[in-house]
C-alpha cells in the first residue's frame, strides 16, 4: 500500500502506513471497541511514521487510557493480531487434546481444567473443553502464521502451529466417533437432533463452525440431522452444508437434514440429541429435557459437546449422557 501511495502521490503530498489491527470479539464487538484490553498500533521506525502514530493514539485517547495504547513498529504489530489469536487457539486445542486423555482415563476434564486455572501462571480463560473452536479468526489467522512460517524457511515453526488446527479436527471426528460408537456402531436412518449451528453462541456466524463439520460426518454415516439454532438463518445453513458437500445438491442435502422450528421438533423421533453450541436456551435449567425426552426413541442419548447440561440430571430422567471430556466407563452403558 506503501508503494503504491508513493508511485501515484501528488508532489508535496505524504502519506504514511500505520498498522492498527481489531482485537473484537463476535457478540461483544462494541463492548471490546469501547473497553479494549489494548489498542495497538504499528509504525514505521522514522519521524514521519511517529508523527503519524502520534495523530492515531490521540484519536484513541478520547475514550481509551494513555497506558492502554501500545505503539509499536509496522511487523510487530501485524504479528501480535496474528499470535494473540494463535495462543488462544492453542490453549483450546491442548485442553482438547486433555479431553481425549481424560475420557480414557477416568479423569474429569472441567476437574482437571479447574485445577490448572487456579495456577496464577495459567489462568482458567479459554480451558473449556469443547468439540472444537470455530470464527473467522482463529483457523485462518493460524494458517497465515503457518504460511508466513513456511516462507521464512522456518517448516518446524509451522509444523507446531499446524498441530493447533489438526487437533481442532481430530477433536470433532473424535466426537463424531464416540457418538458412533454409542448409538451401537451405526447412524444410518438413526435421527439426530444437532442443537445449535453457529460457531459459538450469542451470534448467528457460522464460518467453521464445528457444527457444519458434525453435520457432514453425519451425512456421510447415512443419518437423519435435524437442525435447530435460534439464530442462524435457513438459507445459511444450507449454504453451509452445500459448501462442505462434496458437489452433492441442496435437493439431495435435504433428503438427510431438515432445519427444526423448536428443540422440541428436531428431538421428536430422535435417537440422539447432539450439543454442538453452547447456546443458554440448552442449558437443563432452561429447557424441558423431560419433555424432550418423551418425544425420543429409546434409549435417548444426548452428547454433550459444549459441556453445558448436568449429566446427573440428565441421567435421572432417562437420558444416556456423553459428555466431551468425561468417562462413561463406570456408568454401566459404555
Given at each position: 500500500m506503501r508503494k503504491i501511495l508513493e508511485a501515484n502521490g501528488k508532489p508535496g503530498v505524504?502519506?504514511?502506513?500505520?498498522?492498527?489491527?481489531?482485537?473484537?470479539?463476535?457478540?461483544?464487538?462494541?463492548?471490546?471497541?469501547?473497553?479494549?484490553?489494548?489498542?495497538?498500533?504499528?509504525?514505521?521506525?522514522?519521524?514521519?511514521?511517529?508523527?503519524?502514530?502520534?495523530?492515531?493514539?490521540?484519536?484513541y485517547a478520547n475514550w481509551?487510557?494513555?497506558?492502554?495504547?501500545i505503539t509499536t513498529n509496522l511487523w510487530s504489530s501485524e504479528l501480535s493480531k496474528l499470535v494473540a489469536n494463535a495462543l488462544l487457539a492453542q490453549r483450546i486445542s491442548s485442553i482438547n487434546?486433555?479431553?481425549?486423555?481424560?475420557?480414557?482415563?477416568?479423569?474429569?476434564?472441567?476437574?482437571?481444567?479447574?485445577?490448572?486455572?487456579?495456577?496464577?501462571?495459567?489462568?482458567?480463560?479459554?480451558?473449556?473443553?469443547?468439540?472444537?473452536?470455530?470464527?473467522?479468526c482463529f483457523q485462518k489467522d493460524i494458517l497465515n502464521l503457518v504460511y508466513l512460517s513456511e516462507s521464512l524457511h522456518l517448516p518446524e515453526v509451522a509444523a507446531y502451529w499446524k498441530q493447533v488446527v489438526d487437533i481442532n479436527e481430530y477433536q470433532k471426528n473424535r466426537f463424531t466417533k464416540r457418538i458412533i460408537?454409542?448409538?451401537?456402531?451405526?447412524?444410518?436412518?438413526?435421527?439426530?437432533?444437532?442443537?445449535?449451528?453457529?460457531?459459538?453462541?450469542?451470534?448467528?456466524?457460522?464460518?467453521?463452525?464445528?457444527?457444519?463439520?458434525?453435520?457432514q460426518y453425519f451425512r456421510e454415516e447415512k443419518a437423519k440431522v435435524a437442525i435447530y439454532d435460534p439464530k442462524v438463518e435457513e438459507n445459511q445453513i444450507w449454504y453451509d452444508l452445500q459448501e462442505v458437500g462434496q458437489g452433492a445438491s441442496l435437493e439431495t442435502i435435504k433428503q438427510q437434514v431438515e432445519i427444526a422450528a423448536d428443540p422440541f421438533a428436531a428431538?421428536?423421533?430422535?435417537?440422539?440429541?447432539?450439543?454442538?453450541t453452547e447456546w443458554d436456551m440448552f442449558k437443563d435449567s432452561n429447557l424441558d429435557y423431560e419433555k424432550l425426552y418423551s418425544v425420543m426413541n429409546k434409549p435417548a442419548f444426548?452428547?454433550?459437546?459444549?459441556?453445558?447440561?448436568?449429566?446427573?440430571?440428565?441421567?435421572?430422567?432417562?437420558?444416556?449422557?456423553?459428555?466431551?471430556?468425561?468417562?462413561?466407563?463406570?456408568?454401566?452403558?459404555?
Open positions: 505524504h502519506f504514511d502506513i500505520l498498522s492498527n489491527p481489531e482485537f473484537l470479539a463476535e457478540g461483544t464487538a462494541i463492548g471490546d471497541l469501547f473497553n479494549p484490553d489494548r489498542v495497538l498500533i504499528g509504525s514505521l521506525d522514522t519521524p514521519a511514521g511517529k508523527s503519524a502514530a502520534r495523530s492515531l493514539v490521540d484519536v481509551v487510557k494513555p497506558d492502554q495504547i487434546a486433555i479431553s481425549a486423555i481424560c475420557e480414557a482415563t477416568g479423569a474429569d476434564v472441567d476437574e482437571v481444567a479447574y485445577a490448572c486455572g487456579l495456577d496464577a501462571r495459567i489462568g482458567p480463560k479459554f480451558l473449556k473443553a469443547s468439540v472444537g473452536f470455530g470464527g473467522s460408537s454409542s448409538l451401537f456402531n451405526t447412524l444410518t436412518n438413526k435421527r439426530i437432533a444437532l442443537f445449535g449451528f453457529a460457531f459459538k453462541k450469542d451470534t448467528g456466524d457460522t464460518r467453521e463452525s464445528a457444527a457444519i463439520t458434525l453435520c428431538a421428536e423421533g430422535a435417537d440422539a440429541i447432539v450439543i454442538a444426548v452428547f454433550d459437546g459444549r459441556l453445558i447440561v448436568d449429566r446427573a440430571k440428565l441421567e435421572a430422567i432417562g437420558f444416556k449422557v456423553e459428555q466431551i471430556g468425561k468417562s462413561t466407563r463406570d456408568q454401566g452403558y459404555e
